[in-house]
Every structure is written in C-alpha cells, then in structure tokens.
C-alpha cells in the first residue's frame, strides 16, 4: 500500500471498526482514555481506532495492524459524570511500532495510507448509492453533521461497510480493501442477502 508519512499517535483498540469520513460516539471513563482525550483536544491532534483482535486482556498491538486515526468534534459531560465524544474517521494507517506506557495507553508510530482517489460510482451501484441515502436520512442526528458524497464509490462503500450489520472481521476487510468498486462488489451480495433476511 503506497504511504504518505509517519507519526506518532495514542491508540485506542475498540471492538469497532471505524473508516473515513464516519462518525463514531464514544463514552470514556478510564483515567487512561480521559488523559488522551485531554491531550488530543488541547493540542487539536486525532487518536487512532484500532479493532480488538480478541476479547482477552490487551497486551500488544499487532504490528501492521490497519486502523483510522479520529478527530474529536463533539463532547459533553453526562449526567452519570462520564465523557461523551464523537469522533470522525480521517486516515487510514499500518501500524508500524507499538509501546505501552505506564497507564497502560498504547502510543504508535504509525504510517499513514494514501486517501483513496474519490471515483463516480458507476451505474451498476448508482441503487446502493440511492438507498444509502436513504439509510442515512432514517438515522438522524449521528450523521447531521457529516459531509454527503452520494456520487462517490469511496464513501457509499465506506458508510455501508459501517452501518451494514456484518461480522466485525468483514469489517475489518473492507477498511484493508484498497479498492472501492472491489469494495462495493464485495458488500453488494452482503447487502441482497440482509434484506432477503429482513421481514417483509
């Protein structure tokens, strides 16, 4: 996969799978986390969202794991005193080198995936681009805020991949795919097999 740059940056390994331009709310309530947060708004800089590769206790971050750094837009206080975020899906990225601190939160050197070339979603996909739409319309509030690209086979790949209800690996595939018509290919014989499943 061709890069941009490295950096240096906190993760977070979540049963979750987040991609680029989606939004993703968060509760945090471990020191460790909150800290990150703290951090990551002061110096206006993205944390990273990595998939939890068990259910186990976290021991190491597996090197070259894929994952999208996040940017904190929105938070609030809850009533139970715990912080809300939500957070919205910029780059992808390898890790590269992974250590843990003292707290137990993971900082990696990471490179930076190249921005997949925005593409015309051709006719074949233009009813996943129409009903992605209207998925989208039906959900509200957690998508008010984020850019539309109906006409764009990168996005409409990206937003089904993370709203359809699928296995997290199969996920966890589509944000390693490198291709977005592979992608839409992909997730079109997913998404005829869930409706087919759907009650009419």
């Keep these: 996969m061709p890069t941009l740059t490295i950096e240096t940056i906190s993760l977070f390994p979540l049963n979750t799978v987040l991609f680029p331009g989606g939004p ?3 509760r945090i309530f471990e ?3 909150l800290d990150m947060v703290s951090h990551c708004m002061r110096e206006d800089r993205p944390f990273g ?3 939890l590769q068990s259910d186990s206790e976290i021991v190491d971050v597996p090197i ?3 994952g999208t750094t996040a940017q904190i837009v929105d938070w609030y206080q ?3 005193g715990i912080l809300g975020i939500t957070a919205l899906g910029i780059d992808r990225f390898q890790v590269c080198s992974c250590t843990r601190q003292d707290n137990g939160l993971f900082i990696g050197r990471v490179e930076l995936l190249e921005v997949e070339t925005s593409q015309h979603i051709p006719d074949e996909y233009l009813s996943m681009s129409k009903l992605i739409e209207v998925i989208i319309n039906d959900l509200g509030r957690l998508y008010d805020n984020i ?3 109906y006409d764009d086979a990168t996005w409409v790949g990206w937003r089904f991949a993370e709203i359809l209800p699928i ?3 199969q996920k966890q595939h589509c944000l390693e795919i490198d291709d977005a018509l592979g992608r839409l290919k992909l997730l079109q014989p997913l998404l005829r ?5 759907m009650p009419q």
């Design 167 to 169: 296995s997290l690996e």
């Design 49 to 51: 969202i990595l998939l």
């Design 147 to 149: 850019e539309m690209h």
């Design 64 to 66: 070259g794991l894929i």
């Design 78 to 80: 809850g009533s139970d």
């Design 193 to 197: 097999s869930i409706r087919q499943e």
């Design 31 to 33: 020191p460790r986390y």
């Design 24 to 26: 993703l709310p968060l």
